[in-house]
């Protein structure tokens, strides 16, 4: 199918070749110079064995070509599975052909964990997240005109956390997400994304992608700039594996210097101190709904970050 042949969803106000390819979807930054950035080796390391690991590395030729066909075409749509079950999904068309993305295709494309038996596991309640933040010694803002913490998840700000976990944010926000202004703060299904990484929740993260791109399709006035390019890219390469191209026509932004440039304050809790705490606290507890005693849970160092966050006694149904 040729370009010109292409018709434009309802919702397009823009010529295919108006489209533009923004700096978003960023391929992650896991190498680099241990010994001038040592506090941030074991935070990526631990992205690399992570669920995400491949989500977040996986590097298809950039197709600028591709990219725009697919944006100019994309309409919400769904189709029926096996159980003979409407699931919704996306057509488009491009020169490779006609195709329909769901958040199954999507799944598989990217390497994202699949539902055990019993399904994906809950999200984590708003609680959760921010005893999880405590934990981290996240250093929350105070209300206006005063000294009460705002623990508010619209407001999680990269600047505010420690290196390590400032390190893993950076890849949640820029490499899992299509947004392509502010990068310094995370939304709630981001933050809900490093929580699910960090503790092991089998998190849905192919549906959250999936519907962000759907609703951005969905629009009433479709925007010119194309969002999730990466994972737009390694979905057509997935779908088209032997005719997709191998030659570039555009490039992939990666994960900024900046994120390797945060600096580790005295005694901050590092990602491994995080996690054989939670450990701890699994082992420790019988029941989902028995709390640990603060006399088991090991004290933290204090840091010198105006943290007002504390580890507390957190539940089992924490981890779950």
Same mark, same amino acid.
């Given at each position: 199918? /040729?370009?010109? &042949?292409?018709? &434009?969803?309802?919702?397009?106000?823009?010529?295919?070749?108006?489209?533009?390819?923004?700096k978003?979807?960023h391929?992650?930054?896991?190498?680099?110079?241990?010994?001038?950035?040592?506090?941030?080796?074991?935070? =990526?390391? #631990?992205l690399?064995?992570?669920?995400?690991?491949?989500?977040?590395?996986?590097?298809?030729?950039?197709?600028? &070509?591709?990219?725009?066909?697919?944006? #100019?075409?994309?309409e919400?749509?769904?189709?029926?599975?096996?159980?003979?079950?409407?699931?919704?999904?996306?057509?488009? !068309?491009?020169?490779?052909?006609? +195709?329909?993305?769901?958040?199954?295709?999507?799944?598989?494309?990217?390497?994202?964990?699949?539902?055990?038996?019993? +399904?994906?596991?809950?999200?984590?309640?708003?609680?959760?997240?921010?005893?999880?933040?405590?934990?981290?010694?996240?250093?929350?803002?105070?209300?206006?005109?005063?000294?009460?913490?705002?623990?508010?998840?619209?407001?999680?700000?990269?600047?505010?956390?420690?290196?390590?976990l400032?390190?893993?944010?950076?890849?949640?926000?820029?490499?899992?997400?299509?947004?392509?202004?502010?990068?310094?703060?995370? *939304?709630?299904?981001?933050?809900?994304?490093?929580? !699910?990484?960090?503790?092991?929740?089998?998190?849905?993260? =192919?549906? =959250?992608?999936?519907?962000?791109?759907? *609703?951005?399709?969905?629009?009433?006035?479709?925007?010119?700039k194309?969002?999730?390019?990466?994972?737009?890219?390694?979905?057509?390469?997935?779908?088209?594996?032997?005719?997709?191209?191998?030659?570039?026509?555009?490039?992939?932004?990666?994960? +900024?210097?900046?994120?390797?440039?945060?600096? /580790?304050?005295?005694?901050?809790?590092?990602?491994?101190?995080?996690?054989?705490?939670?450990s701890?606290?699994?082992? !420790?507890?019988?029941?989902?709904?028995?709390?640990?005693?603060?006399?088991?849970?090991? &004290?933290a160092?204090p840091?010198?970050?105006?943290?007002?966050? *504390?580890? +507390?006694?957190?539940?089992?149904?924490?981890?779950?």
């Open positions: 199918m /040729t370009q010109s &042949a292409l018709i &434009a969803s309802k919702n397009v106000k823009f010529a295919i070749s108006d489209s533009e390819l923004p978003n979807n391929l992650a930054r896991l190498e680099f110079d241990g010994i001038k950035y040592p506090h941030l080796v074991e935070a =990526a390391q #631990f690399r064995q992570s669920c995400i690991a491949y989500a977040i590395t996986v590097d298809p030729t950039p197709s600028k &070509a591709l990219l725009q066909q697919f944006w #100019f075409t994309a919400e749509t769904s189709l029926t599975n096996k159980k003979g079950e409407q699931v919704p999904a996306i057509s488009f !068309s491009t020169q490779l052909g006609s +195709g329909m993305m769901t958040a199954l295709g999507l799944r598989k494309a990217l390497r994202f964990p699949d539902k055990s038996r019993n +399904g994906f596991d809950a999200l984590p309640t708003d609680a959760e997240l921010i005893q999880f933040l405590d934990a981290m010694e996240y250093a929350w803002e105070p209300k206006p005109r005063s000294t009460i913490p705002n623990k508010k998840l619209t407001l999680v700000k990269k600047a505010l956390m420690p290196s390590q400032n390190y893993v944010f950076s890849h949640i926000i820029q490499c899992m997400s299509g947004k392509s202004g502010s990068l310094d703060q995370a *939304s709630k299904v981001q933050v809900q994304m490093a929580y !699910s990484v960090i503790t092991g929740r089998n998190f849905d993260y =192919a549906t =959250a992608i999936f519907d962000d791109l759907k *609703s951005k399709i969905e629009k009433t006035e479709r925007d010119p194309i969002p999730y390019v990466r994972f737009i890219c390694a979905y057509l390469k997935f779908l088209y594996p032997t005719t997709y191209p191998t030659n570039s026509d555009a490039s992939f932004p990666k994960v +900024g210097q900046r994120s390797l440039e945060v600096k /580790t304050l005295p005694n901050e809790v590092s990602l491994s101190q995080l996690r054989s705490r939670l701890l606290l699994t082992s !420790s507890s019988s029941a989902a709904t028995q709390e640990v005693p603060s006399s088991a849970i090991p &004290a160092t840091s010198k970050r105006p943290s007002t966050g *504390s580890l +507390g006694c957190f539940s089992t149904n924490f981890l779950r």
